[in-house]
């Protein structure tokens, strides 16, 4: 492929893991794939891979304009990689109740009930 998409394919299993890479790479199609290489090259290998923030406070922005824009799915999986990125639980309940001010109490709560969700299967529990 290309320097940044392969930079951006090593952040991307870093942040989201293999597991994840892998099942998104097994559904690419004919349809999809010119996508899922704009957002490695893009997303991972460009805007991720700068300098000027860790990846802790990469997943502080990220977290807050997902719930800002109601991307709830997105979220799901960027709870799960701000945990890889070192955030703690109790930061990321920061986060959405900071999120609840600019946001909208309703937008937290959601993302509160979805974050829970996500960390108790990361801690295996139902």
Known sequence: MSELFDRGMVIRREVLSDAHVDRAERAKTPFTEDFQELITKFAWGSVWSRPGLDRRTRSVAVLTALIALGHWDELRMHV?????????????AEVIIQASVYCGVPAANHAFGLAQTTLNELRGEP
């Not at 799960?80 to 990321?92: D, F, M, S, V, Y």
């Open 80 to 92: 799960r990689a701000a945990r890889t990125n070192g955030l703690t639980e109790e930061e990321i």
